[in-house]
């Protein structure tokens, strides 16, 4: 597919396929920041005397920094990426990708992208944060979100029409957020009241995986508001994931994916657990349909977050029998998986 000559037929395969299984292309959101635009085939950067902006096959490209200098954006036209650091010289890592649907002039229908979607098996639910103004929807399966045009006046495209479809880099959906504070002061009290007093709030709650996750959520938040009590924080953090192992609310790749992100683990830990809690195998990486209409939605599922895992154990710290199945990974070229 030439990104440059995308039809609305084209753009809606993309869209669809990015919405299951978290893929452009079949190039996934995990691929190195320096590998993104290659694998897409569009340019990487600016050549000399490209000052208008555009590569020899006219497709547009634009990088731009914000956060002095922390974030990044480039922007292909229909398809941005967006990128973090956490300090200056620091590498840059792909945090999210929105294609861009609104720019065409024939925006795709969202009810036939939905009813597409559905038809394959994929659930469809609204995101937490589009409850008051329903114009977002997160497919279930690869915590892929699209945002539909409503006619309030300030979309860029007619209503019922999809504006984008954007890919996170959080490979599960993410619970309301905790705009009133209420989790925070719950945790904030906690803190102070000390461990014994933890297994009866607990037990009074009946603690789902959203739960646990606004819940690791918040408390990164004030490890990072108040880092005087770190101690707390981190003890609190602990307790609560090991609660959340213990009861099963997580499948296993999914508890290690968010103990990974939220605890507190040694390196050599992360790579060592996520290397072992991989969902899918290379055998089966390689058996996986070509087409994503081909493919159940828990394969969807299972194929992101064995890039998630894998991407997290590289990043760490593998040891060499590790660095080494991880080179087995990247070296094969199936889709959804690289």
């Known amino acids: 597919m030439e990104f440059v000559c995308w039809t609305v037929d084209e753009l809606t395969e993309a869209c669809l396929e990015a919405l299951a299984t978290g893929c452009i292309e079949g190039v996934p959101l995990e691929a190195d920041p320096e590998d993104l635009a290659s694998q897409l085939s569009y340019p990487n950067r600016l050549l000399p005397g490209q000052a208008d902006g555009g590569d020899p096959y006219g497709r547009a490209f634009e990088q731009r920094y914000f956060a002095r200098g922390l974030h990044m954006t480039r922007d292909w036209g229909y398809v941005t990426a967006f990128y973090v650091r956490d300090h200056p010289h620091a590498p840059w890592e792909s945090n999210g990708i929105t294609l861009r649907a609104y720019l065409m002039d024939e925006p795709p229908e969202w009810s036939t992208v939905a009813a597409e979607l ?36 300030y979309d860029a495209a007619p209503p019922g029409k999809l504006i984008g479809v954007t890919i996170n880099r959080n490979v599960v959906p993410l619970p309301s957020p905790d705009r009133r504070g209420h989790i925070r002061n719950a945790m904030r009290a906690l803190g102070k009241a000390g461990a014994g007093a933890w297994p009866d709030w607990l037990a009074q709650r009946e603690f789902t995986a959203d739960d646990y996750v606004a819940v690791l959520i918040a408390l990164t938040r004030l490890n990072s508001d108040q880092p005087t009590r770190t101690d707390e924080w981190t003890a609190l953090l602990t307790w609560f994931l090991e609660q959340a192992r213990e009861t099963n609310v997580f499948r296993r790749e999914e508890w290690t994916y968010q103990w990974a992100l939220y605890g507190s683990p040694s390196p050599a830990d992360v790579s060592r657990a996520c290397m072992a809690a991989l969902p899918m195998t290379l055998d089966e990486a390689r058996s996986m349909p070509e087409s994503w209409r081909d493919i159940a939605p828990d394969d969807a599922r299972r194929a992101r977050m064995t890039r998630a895992l894998l991407s997290l154990a590289r990043d760490a710290a593998p040891n060499p029998a590790a660095l080494r199945e991880i080179d087995r990974w990247k070296r094969e070229k199936r889709p959804w998986i690289r």
């Open 118 to 153: 559905r038809r394959c098996g994929f659930e469809l639910v609204p995101t937490p944060e589009a409850l008051s103004h329903p114009d977002e929807y997160t497919v279930r399966g690869s915590a892929v979100s699209a945002k539909v045009a409503t006619g309030d006046g």
